[in-house]
Structure formats: C-alpha cells, structure tokens
C-alpha cells in the first residue's frame, strides 16, 4: 500500500505587534508624565563619637541639648543642667524657644553644636520642625528682618527618661563662660 502524500504549504504567520506598539506609545508618555520625580535633601548630621577616655582634665565647654518630648521641649546643657523647660502640650510656643536659642548663640557665638534627644513618642515631622527652628533663625536688627544662623551642626539621639517640669532651672548666665567675639547682634 501505498501512501499518498499530500502537499500541505505551511505559510508562515507574522505576529501582529501593531496593537502592542500601539499600547507602548502611549503608555510610555503616560507614565513619563505621571511619575513622581522625588526630591532628597541632605541633612549632614554629626554622630556622637567615642572619645578616648585620658586623665587629662578637659575644658567644661558648652553641650547644648534640646529634648523634645511629645507634649514638651527642654532646652538643657549636658554639663550644668536644664536651662529652659517649655510646655507645648497646648501650642509651642516658637518665639520663646527661638529667643532662648538666640541669647545662648550671643553668649557663645562659636558653637554650632546642638544635640536633639528625642523621646520615642515623638512624630517625624516634629522632629524636622525642631530642626528647621535650631538652624536658623529670623531677627529683627535696626529695622531689617535677618536670617542668622544658630546651630547648624545637629546630632540626634534618644531622651533620657522625662524629669518633673519643676526641676531647677538655670539661668543662662550658669553656663560655662567663653569669650564672646562677635556673635548675633
């Protein structure tokens, strides 16, 4: 027996893309166009080190620290002690804190260092109030509204455990002393 064969032309069959290219040409602006082209600002931050523990005796110099706690901000040097206690359970209060901030710039115009505790408590976006308000400030001088910088050299660490609010004050003249050689006017 014999088998027929028979002859059978396959034609070769084109994929269609037009309708894929379609779709791509105007998925592609449209997605250009939607996306969100995030900015990142870089804050440079200073990390507490480890300094090498030597017996020589070390000048007391100013460590200001500012604890922010959810319904509080305590303005304190870590050698002397709590130098301003604000309550902000309410509404905080800017233009004190500032003023603080910039009678302790007076006194010590070469610190740039400031230390934020944060309580764990504390928003995010509080904590980037707080360290916009101790970068700079604006003050008025013969007239003329003027951005003076306070501390722009910021570290971040964890509060200590909350004191009362009536714990001893200091008053900013308790501070260590350092010559003043033309700071904020």
């Known amino acids: 027996m014999k088998f027929k064969r028979s002859k059978v032309l396959h034609e070769t069959v084109e994929l269609n893309i037009t309708a894929f290219l379609n779709l ?8 250009l166009i939607t996306a969100v082209f995030s ?6 931050l200073t990390l507490p080190g480890l300094d090498a523990a030597g017996g020589e005796e070390q000048k007391i110099d100013l460590e200001l620290q500012l604890l922010i706690y959810p319904d509080a ?14 309550d902000t359970s309410e509404k905080t209060d800017w233009s004190a804190i500032v003023d603080v901030l910039v ?8 610190e740039t ?10 928003p995010y976006k509080r904590l980037i109030e707080v360290m916009d308000r101790v970068r700079s400030a604006e003050i008025v001088n013969v007239g003329t509204l003027e951005e003076v910088e306070l501390f722009p050299a910021i570290s971040i660490g964890e509060a200590p455990a909350r004191a009362a609010a009536d714990e001893n004050t ?15 006017q």
């Open 170 to 184: 200091i008053s900013l003249d308790a501070l260590p002393v350092k010559e003043n050689e033309g700071g904020v």
């Open 73 to 86: 901000l305590e303005i304190r040097d870590a050698n002397v002690g709590r130098v301003r206690y604000f």
């Open 103 to 110: 009678e302790i710039k007076r006194r010590y115009p070469e």
């Open 24 to 31: 791509m040409v105007i998925l592609v602006p449209f997605l």
């Open 39 to 44: 900015r990142l600002t870089v804050l440079e």
């Open 113 to 122: 260092a400031i230390s934020l505790l944060l309580d764990s408590a504390v």
